[in-house]
């Protein structure tokens, strides 16, 4: 919730958490893996590739070559996700803020394509930023929900019963 106008692209790895509250009021804490997107950092990103639950495809739409190289990263994840299906998948277009190079429709149809979700961010003026994360922690929530009877080794349920001045109750939902 902070833009710096000088912020360097990643190095290596960076990591993050994002609290998600879902529509049916269940709570997603997801941890954020953020790969550098330079080609020497990409033994890297496939290792983590192995465990994920869940992968933001990050382009921006002033750079054609950023758009040209997500290919790459879903071919490299398909590669390196030990196989598993029904992965949430996001295309993010970032820096909706300035003049887009991309063509939208090229953007439109990739998505299509690829069975990817398509959300298009400002993180400048925090446009679908949040919705981002949003989309992300209720496909990743859908797609365990559907799998909850077997073992997952990065999902973890937590239930945590809290008392409230209501009736209800709270479920604390963890994604590793």
Same mark, same amino acid.
Request: proline share 1%.
């Given at each position: 919730?902070?833009? #710096?106008?000088?912020?360097?692209?990643?190095?290596?790895?960076?990591?993050?958490?994002?609290?998600?509250?879902?529509?049916?009021?269940?709570?997603?804490?997801?941890?954020?893996? /953020?790969?550098?997107?330079?080609?020497?950092?990409?033994?890297?990103?496939?290792?983590?590739? !192995?465990?994920?639950?869940?992968?933001?495809?990050?382009?921006?739409? #002033?750079?054609? +070559?950023?758009?040209? =190289?997500?290919?790459?990263?879903?071919?490299?994840? &398909? +590669?390196?996700?030990?196989?598993? !299906?029904?992965?949430? %998948?996001?295309?993010?277009?970032?820096?909706? /803020?300035?003049?887009?190079?991309? =063509? +939208?429709?090229?953007?439109?149809?990739?998505?299509?394509? &690829?069975?990817?979700?398509?959300?298009?961010?400002?993180?400048?003026?925090? #446009?679908?930023?949040?919705?981002?994360? %949003? +989309?992300?922690?209720? %496909?990743?929530? !859908?797609?365990?929900?559907?799998?909850?009877?077997?073992? %997952? !080794?990065?999902?973890?349920?937590?239930?945590?019963?809290?008392?409230?001045?209501?009736?209800?109750?709270?479920?604390?939902?963890?994604? #590793?």
């Amino acid at each position: 919730n902070l833009y #710096d106008d000088n912020t360097i692209s990643t190095i290596g790895l960076s990591f993050a958490f994002k609290e998600v509250i879902l529509d049916n009021k269940k709570k997603v804490k997801l941890k954020l893996i /953020d790969t550098g997107g330079q080609e020497k950092y990409r033994a890297i990103a496939k290792t983590y590739f !192995k465990n994920a639950e869940g992968v933001l495809f990050v382009y921006s739409i #002033d750079d054609e +070559e950023s758009f040209n =190289n997500i290919k790459e990263w879903i071919t490299l994840f &398909n +590669e390196n996700n030990n196989g598993k !299906k029904g992965i949430p %998948q996001i295309l993010v277009e970032a820096k909706n /803020d300035l003049e887009r190079v991309v =063509n +939208e429709e090229s953007s439109k149809k990739f998505a299509k394509e &690829n069975g990817l979700i398509r959300i298009s961010t400002s993180s400048k003026t925090s #446009d679908n930023v949040d919705e981002v994360f %949003q +989309e992300m922690a209720e %496909q990743m929530y !859908k797609e365990y929900s559907k799998t909850a009877n077997s073992k %997952q !080794k990065n999902i973890s349920l937590n239930t945590e019963h809290k008392k409230r001045r209501s009736c209800c109750l709270t479920q604390e939902k963890t994604f #590793d």
